[in-house]
T-cell receptor
């Protein structure tokens, strides 16, 4: 089946540094990728929607300069948390939407990335 | 922004009991999905409903999509401890954005 790989699964960094999280679709072309943030025992909050080759669409309240999203190819999107602070610590999950005929619109999720900022 | 409200937020029941989780919105969704998530993992898709009024069954789980495609429900019959988890509804809106509901944390006590 289709697989979305997210890396790293866990990352610990110092306050003020930047962290990049990768989201790859392994066996299909992802025309759209979504990035979510999740707090403990809470639901997934949509941060931004990214389409290959164009700028990401950010949800209200999400700082685009702090959470940089790049969707450079049909199989890779990256989320960079810039100048991370302890309040950025969270579980970040990506999902990819297939544009392949026969599976169009189907959504697949990465395993998530646990970010801890010290 | 969370356009989908789930109720109840928390639910703790005894093994063998039945339960229903509701997912409501004022927005229309072209499709709606239900997921189950374990701590530290990504959500796992249970079902997708597309047609208003659609009912789908998955073993002891019954899913229904409202006629107006604004709401959905998940009914579990004879709950088991293995059903414990965070249940999330999620919808694809007409703007091609995919939003999750507020979530329902279910605990089934043996």
């Amino acid at each position: 089946g289709a697989v979305v790989s997210q890396h790293p699964s866990r990352v610990i960094c110092k306050s003020g540094t930047s962290v990049k999280i990768e989201c790859r679709s392994l066996d299909f072309q992802a025309t759209t990728m979504f990035w979510y943030r999740q707090f403990p025992k809470k639901s997934l909050m949509l941060m931004a929607t990214s389409n290959e080759g164009s700028k990401a669409t950010y949800e209200q309240g999400v700082e685009k300069d702090k959470f940089l999203i790049n969707h450079a190819s049909l199989t890779l999107s990256t989320l960079t948390v810039t100048s991370a602070h302890p309040e950025d610590s969270s579980f970040y999950i990506c999902s990819a939407r297939s544009g392949t005929s026969g599976r169009a619109g189907e959504l697949f999720f990465g395993e998530g990335s646990r970010l801890t900022v010290l | 922004t969370q356009l989908l409200e789930q109720s109840p937020q928390f639910l703790s029941i005894q093994e063998g009991e039945n339960l229903t989780v509701y997912c409501n919105s004022s927005s229309v969704f072209s499709s709606l999905q239900w997921y189950r998530q374990e701590p530290g993992e990504g959500p796992v898709l249970l079902v997708t409903v597309v047609t208003g009024g659609e009912v789908k069954k998955l073993k002891r789980l019954t899913f229904q999509f409202g006629d107006a495609r604004k709401d959905s429900s998940l009914h579990i019959t004879a709950a088991q401890p293995g059903d414990t988890g965070l249940y999330l509804c999620a919808g694809l809106n007409t703007g091609n954005q995919f939003y999750f509901g507020t979530g329902t944390s279910l605990t089934v006590i043996p």
